[in-house]
């Protein structure tokens, strides 16, 4: 099957665009929503498009939301498009997370972790009951500040670590490989996995995570360690050749701590599932986590039976922009196409009736 | 500190057109992409984590001296003046005086701003004293 080019529609493709771009603005009367506002006031939002664009322009990314009309997916889409418009300069030094100024730290499995429980600005303790109030717009009332600023906050996972429970995360300072750059093939290595879940679908992340905890590849995960914060941004410019701070991003970070059950040659230990996400992120952090565990599956000689511990199945299908382009193709013209399908079936059936015939 | 200030900020600091040397771009302002990196596990090998929009600014002043920028985000003014402020505080006439009245008030400024975070998220700290006392 393929998409056949066609000519012609112009004006009624015109028509559409102007309807479309009345409709986006929606009651004039209405004042129009700056990119200001959308940065500002649909953070959760922002910060989706950019972690599903795979890029961190919080202005750009409240444009494309705009532009979308709120359709997360097609902002994504644009922001990913005006990507590829921009040459890249080369890569940061790798995000430090243990430097993060932390604005939310929790431990699921330590309730006195060292540095404390810090819930930061969460909807976890919420009831989901709709706020009436918002609908007048009153200003909050401040926030309260504590004098005793938090103090060093190890990881979870290094304390872990230091008892023998966890294996520990091999060090290396290889670059990375790039599925940006390279073609993927299978098995595909972590770092190229946790990239590619790290631009994945948060819709379909959640739902494969989901999959595991109800035993599709179940690995009896605990919530380790999730923080929430800012972190520096360094690079080594050529010009200068150490490293300069230009700037911080607000990153979540999930690790999970798993089950594993040790094998002939290793005595039992946990074994950890990572996820790194933009902005506050913890479900794309914390269904990233579940799924880096589910396909370390064939590594840790787990019997992969499940869907979420098939990195090719997961990464091929994690990516919404190739998803919906391919889904979406399907509205394009296939009039040749389907015509000579259609050509195919007349003739069978003309030959299934002569043979009744006879 | 440059970077992460906002472009009037540095721009009301500089001296004047008049009484600073000129300044001649060598490369940009100019947009691009910056891979960022994530650790596996938070401390193990480097990944791709995503990429952000930066704008870097290259250029050197009549005497000589080179300042170099390179911010997130795509603000060319922003870029272009924290280089020029990277070349001033190089010169020994610009140095000391830029460094009262540019650096200082940043750095104090965002020290404060980092702090006002910390109270925030130090006054949601969960302390389980009755639990403790429970169990205890």
Known sequence: MAYVAVKGGERAIDAAHAWRAEARRGDPAIPALSTGQ??????????????????????????????????????????????????????????????????????????????????????????????????????????????????????????????????????????????????????????????????????????????????????HPFAGEIRMGAVTVEIIPDELGFPIDIGEIVLTECQMVNQFHGSRTEPASFTAGYGLAFGQADRRAMAMALLDRAMQAAELGEAVTAPAQNPEFVLAHADNIEATGFVEHLKLPHYVDFQSEAEAVRRLRAAARAEAAE | MLARADAARIAAALPPPGKRPHARRLRGPETGLLMLRGRMGGTGAPFNLGETTVTRCTLRLDDGLVGHATILGRDADHAELAAFADALLQHPDFAAPLAETLIAPLAAAQAEARAAIAARAAATRVAFFTLQTMRG
């Open chain 1, 38 to 219: 959308i940065a500002g006031q649909l953070g959760r939002a922002v910060e989706r498009v950019m972690a599903e664009a795979s890029l961190h322009d919080p202005e750009l990314a409240a444009l494309a939301i705009r532009q979308a009309e709120g359709d997360l997916i097609e902002a994504a889409f644009l922001l990913r498009a005006f990507r590829t418009t921009l040459p890249r300069f080369g890569a940061a030094l790798p995000l430090e997370t243990g430097r993060m100024a932390v604005r939310r730290r929790i431990s699921a499995i330590f309730k006195d972790v060292p540095g404390g429980q810090i819930l930061g600005p969460t909807t976890d303790y919420t009831h989901r009951l709709l706020d009436f109030s918002l609908l007048d717009d009153p200003p909050p009332p401040p926030a309260p500040r504590a004098e005793d600023p938090p103090g060093p906050m190890p990881r979870v996972a290094t304390l872990l670590e230091a008892e023998g429970l966890l294996r520990p995360e091999p060090p290396g300072e290889a670059p990375p490989f790039d599925i940006t750059r390279e073609p993927l093939a299978h098995p595909a290595p972590r770092d190229a996995r946790l990239q590619g879940l790290a631009r994945g679908d948060e819709g379909f992340l959640l739902g494969m995570g989901y999959s595991t905890q109800r035993g599709y590849g179940g690995s």
